[in-house]
């Protein structure tokens, strides 16, 4: 399910090596310190004495800065990302009677106007990722706060998604349906 | 499928910090190779780091914060978040689908709020239970409780959660009145 929750697992992963990497750290400072690892002795000083740094350590490090500054904000960017990425779809590659290209959200939007106008919602929205092979749906809808979510499940999953794949010419679809009520309720009671 | 916290605020903050060092060492060294003077005094820093020696107080107290600092992060990756969508139950058993925590928690407030007498809701949704603390004008507490815990009992079958929630109802007399 990473790819429906997407900067997650990077999130996870990225801030579980960084701990690592602090944790180690600060485990072989102290250790060193208390004379427990003799890798260098303690009576060593932090910078050893009378050595001069080469000419291009100060180039290095500028290198080493604009990198890790640049993956940093990748890193910040992604945050704002969190939408499945979509992709577009080449449906038949027969070289004598051309290409045809679609792109994933435009083939989706129908999916997403028709739940919207089921009764009980709100609004829909609908993202389609992986490629033609093998195919997931994202399909999020916001609900009324008294919707019955098992009766629109059913009638999503009965009558929308089959119209879906009858029109992508899917055989089978990975799809994922997040309901989100809100706190209005219902305008026809 | 359930989903949980994406960690944003700690990945966040922590891209911005080394983005800021990264930034910072990287004017300061540019200052330096240009002829400038730079505003970190490596000469000094230097002359700092060969005095020091590895068993002196400042780096042990700088290898205890790297070493805390470090546990703090793995704690953030590690520990798994509070989940922000329910997993629904099996449905056709092709089709996976969920509820956002405060979506669910929003739909059985107010379904408790729209009861008769009910003057005040709140519902805490977690994983596993689901708590609801509601305040009556009605004299008969009792009678208002069943009729909340029907209620609330009717829209978790209509949510269809892939693990029941237990489910919890307080109920007291209205705020500033006496409960009967």
């Not at chain 1, 960084?18 to 004379?35: I, N, P, S, W």
């Not at chain 1, 932090?46 to 050595?51: E, L, N, Q, T």
């Not at chain 1, 990748?74 to 290409?99: F, H, I, M």
């Not at chain 2, 997993?87 to 509820?99: H, I, K, N, Q, R």
């Amino acid at each position: 399910m990473s790819g429906h929750n997407r900067p997650a697992a990077a999130n996870r992963t990225l801030l579980a090596l960084l701990g690592l990497v602090l944790l180690a750290a600060g485990a072989f400072t102290l250790l060193t310190a208390y004379g427990v690892v003799h890798w260098i002795p303690k009576a060593h000083t932090v910078f050893p004495a009378g050595r001069q740094l080469t000419n291009w350590a100060p180039y290095a490090v500028v290198a080493a800065a604009v990198v890790f500054g640049l993956l940093c904000l990748r890193w910040l960017a992604a945050q704002g990302r969190k939408r499945p990425r979509t992709s577009s779809w080449q449906l038949a590659d027969d070289p004598d009677t051309g290409v045809t290209v679609l792109s994933s959200a435009t083939a989706v939007q129908p999916l997403a106007d028709e739940v919207s106008e089921y009764p009980g919602v709100h609004a829909a929205g609908a993202w389609l990722s992986g490629h033609s092979g093998e195919p997931r749906l994202l399909l999020r809808v916001r609900t009324e706060h008294d919707t019955n979510l098992a009766a629109l499940r059913q009638e999503i999953t009965d009558e929308a998604l089959p119209r879906l794949c009858q029109a992508l010419d899917l055989t089978e679809l990975d799809a994922t349906i997040q309901f989100e009520p809100t706190a209005t309720a219902s305008r026809i009671r | 499928m359930i989903t949980r916290a994406r960690r944003a605020a700690p990945a966040s903050l922590v891209a911005l910090v080394i983005l800021a060092v990264c930034v910072v060492v990287a004017v300061a060294v540019l200052q330096q190779l240009s002829g400038h003077q730079p505003f970190i005094p490596f000469g000094r820093l230097a002359g700092y780091g060969r005095r020091l020696r590895l068993s002196d107080t400042p780096v042990i107290v700088a290898g205890a914060v790297a070493a805390a600092l470090g546990l703090i992060l793995l704690a953030c990756a590690l520990i798994p978040g509070k989940p922000t969508v329910l997993p629904l139950g099996e449905g056709d058993g092709v089709t996976l689908a969920g509820v956002s925590r405060a979506g669910l928690a929003r739909a059985l407030r107010a379904a408790a709020a729209d009861l008769d007498g009910i003057t005040a809701a709140k519902v805490r949704v977690r994983h596993h239970s689901v708590s609801a603390r509601l305040w009556t004008e009605d004299n008969d507490i009792e009678a208002a409780r069943t009729a909340a815990r029907e209620a609330l009992e009717r829209r978790l079958t209509q949510t269809d959660l892939a693990r029941p929630a237990r489910l919890r109802v307080k109920v007291r007399g209205a705020k500033g009145r006496n409960a009967a």
